[in-house]
T-cell receptor, first 111, second 114 residues
């Protein structure tokens, strides 16, 4: 079955800097890669996703890149703000079976 | 529209008692997941229902845990003979189909076993 590894487990940046979180997956059949953000005490929410027919997707300050050959994908947050502080989860699915989540990255953005 | 709802929001129980946690998914969503999240930890997959298929129970930690989904809608997670290590937030999520679609999470049930 699918296995998703996520790094780093914690990330601390200064406001305005960029943050990058990386994930690798094991199942070459996976073709859907979402990212979820969980603020303290809140439920996880989808922030961006990418499907295997594209290599990059951007939405304002966040972007996701996918390398299917290497089986890894990354979340990039530019011009970080304190409200970006949260736990971020990557995930992967082959579209038919359940979504598999990474262990999460705790991002702290310091003013 | 209405999102995923869970009840109760908080549950305190004594060790050894049974508990039932309820999840009402978004209407029409065929996929339903249960996760467990201990304080500061990740999303531990418990069980996955997809339509009329047999549920994927591969994440249930012991035979004290069981779940059912009636009529393809409401789901109940039951924990028998609760232990202190069962204390966590139990999250339910639904999606319109399988793993290819956004999961909408409920607010969770915080379970405390004393």
């Amino acid at each position: 079955g699918e296995n998703v590894e996520q790094h780093p487990s914690t990330l601390s940046v200064q406001e305005g800097d960029s943050a990058v979180i990386k994930c690798t997956y094991s199942d070459s059949a996976s073709n859907y890669f979402p990212w979820y953000k969980q603020e303290l005490g809140k439920r996880p929410q989808l922030i961006i996703d990418i499907r295997s027919n594209v290599g990059e997707k951007k939405d304002q300050r966040i972007a996701v890149t996918l390398n299917k050959t290497a089986k890894h994908f990354s979340l990039h947050i530019t011009e970080t703000q304190p409200e970006d502080s949260a736990v971020y989860f990557c995930a992967a699915s082959d579209g038919y079976n359940k979504l598999i989540f990474g262990a999460g990255t705790r991002l702290a953005v310091h003013p | 529209g209405a999102g995923v709802s869970q009840s109760p929001s908080n549950k305190v129980t004594e060790k050894g008692k049974d508990v039932e946690l309820r999840c009402d998914p978004i209407s029409g969503h065929t996929a339903l997941y249960w996760y467990r999240q201990s304080l500061g930890q990740g999303l531990e997959f418990l069980i996955y229902f997809q339509g009329n298929s047999a549920p994927d129970k591969s994440g249930l930690p012991s035979d004290r845990f069981s779940a059912e989904r009636t009529g393809g809608s409401v789901s109940t997670l039951t924990i028998q003979r609760t232990q202190q290590e069962d204390s966590a937030v139990y999250l339910c999520a639904s999606s319109s189909r399988s793993g290819f679609y956004e999961q909408y999470f409920g607010p969770g049930t915080r379970l405390t076993v004393t």
